[in-house]
């Protein structure tokens, strides 16, 4: 069982930085690949951005490439999300997820932390 708590939420204004954090309570942190989702109101949860177990290789939705990146450190068993120049439409829930290396699903998700960017 993995539990995942993400922190680091809030309120910027558009072109802010923020940065998410997600620590994970499990023994064998690196064996787990690491993603970030989000949710805005009335939308469905979009993929944000994903790292391998080693945090050698990340992958990012096109929506957020060049302003946001993921970076892990295993031994704090904790995974972040550096968000750059916000704009107002990345307001949404984020959540962090983890899927166990070798297998294709993200099964266990944090709660999610708000944040939102205002014009």
């Known amino acids: 069982q993995v539990q995942l708590v993400e922190s680091g939420g809030g309120l910027v204004q558009a072109g802010g930085s923020l940065r998410l954090s997600c620590a994970a309570s499990?023994?064998?942190?690196?064996?787990?690949?690491m993603g970030w989702f989000r949710q805005a109101p009335g939308k469905e949860r979009e993929f944000v951005g994903t790292i391998s177990s080693s945090g050698g290789s990340t992958r990012y939705a096109d929506s957020v490439k060049g302003r946001f990146t993921i970076s892990r450190d295993n031994a704090k068993n904790t995974v972040y999300l550096q968000m750059n120049s916000l704009k107002p439409e990345d307001t949404a829930v984020y959540y962090c997820s983890a899927r166990r290396v070798g297998f294709s699903e993200y099964v266990f998700w944090g709660r999610g932390t708000q944040v939102t960017v205002s014009s």
């Open positions: 499990v023994r064998t942190f690196s064996s787990y690949n």
